[in-house]
């Protein structure tokens, strides 16, 4: 009889040291490159009680076949923040784990955590310990829409206690800069070899004369009012045919503003040959018939602008012949 209670109390003494000297979870896998890429099996690892550590894993669906957008996006930016708290903690102090776990490879736990949709964030902290929470529950976080590093690590500090964490480090973007650099050399060779060629076009008056009249002409026949207001191209008159012109001054349609612009460009372009080509015709009979023309223009456009105007407002008073 004495025996036995000897070696029933060597196998307690044996069990509690085989228990203490046995690794946590945190133990485990705080040294392995994070984040974790979790199982089933090692998601309840890490995430089961007691555990005197935090632990931060993604829900993911990485696979195209989910068309997960945000999924994809994220995971650069989820792998950065765990490599650099794992780079800033490499004793561990914080005792934080990062775990990636992904559809395929946890269906149950999506079920278990009645999930519709993906990435979720869950955090899980303590249930034992100094930092441990009353209930152990984790906390869950949705992404409705993109999300940064920097946004996730400002998070997971608010959950925990306040201390000098590890700082998220970004590494150079050597492909911008070279992408950048290379767009400077070649838009200064361009413009190096094009100068003698672009220069003379760039300095043409009549160029610019041309497009100053074209940006006037579109902006004052209305073009911006019909983006503001996204205006119908054209409506029916309720007899099979089609208006044109909308009634009163603050109502327009798109054909409206075209034609507005062309009668206006005709206008423009009539008043131009009319003062500067005219005179410049050394034959005067030439000259002659040319004024009579663009003088006739101007009138007869002149007119059927003004019946415009009564189309839009019957009570507009002016008008000129023939229209």
Not at 235 to 245: P, R, V
Not at 280 to 290: G, L
Request: with cysteine; charged share 15%; glycine share 8%.
């Amino acid at each position: 009889m004495r025996v036995l209670q000897v070696l029933a109390v060597a196998a307690l003494s044996i069990s509690s040291v085989i228990a203490k000297k046995s690794p946590s979870a945190f133990d485990v896998y705080h040294k392995k490159q994070s984040p974790i890429t979790l199982t089933e099996q090692t998601h309840d690892e890490i995430t089961s009680a007691p555990r005197d550590y935090y632990a931060a894993v993604l829900l993911t669906a990485l696979d195209a076949k989910y068309a997960c957008g945000i999924c994809r996006e994220f995971q650069p930016e989820w792998d950065l923040l765990a490599k650099s708290w794992q780079k800033g903690d490499k004793k561990g102090e914080h005792r934080l784990l990062f775990g990636t776990l992904d559809f395929d490879q946890g269906r149950n736990v999506f079920v278990k955590h009645q999930l519709q949709t993906a990435p979720v964030l869950f955090f899980f902290p303590p249930t034992t310990g100094a930092n441990a929470s009353p209930d152990g529950q984790p906390v869950r976080f949705d992404f409705l829409g993109p999300q940064s590093a920097e946004g996730i690590h400002a998070w997971l500090q608010r959950h925990m206690p306040p201390s000098e964490y590890p700082q998220l480090s970004r590494p150079f973007n050597w492909s911008k800069l070279i992408t950048t650099v290379t767009i400077i050399l070649g838009v200064f060779t361009f413009g190096t070899v094009a100068y003698p060629y672009i220069m003379p076009v760039i300095q043409n008056r009549n160029l610019w004369a041309v497009l100053s009249l074209i940006m006037v002409l579109v902006f004052t026949s209305g073009h911006m009012y019909n983006h503001i207001r996204k205006v119908p191209y054209v409506t029916g008159n309720g007899k099979g045919g089609i208006t044109y012109f909308a009634g009163g001054f603050s109502n327009q349609f798109g054909i409206e503003t075209q034609i507005i612009a062309a009668v206006y460009a005709v206008l423009s372009f009539a008043t131009i040959s009319l003062g500067l080509k005219v005179p410049r015709m050394k034959d005067a009979r030439t000259q002659q018939i040319a004024a009579i023309i663009w003088s006739s223009v101007i009138f007869g456009m002149y007119s059927f602008l003004m019946s415009l105007f009564r189309i839009k407002n019957g009570g507009y008073p002016f008008w000129l012949p023939p229209f």
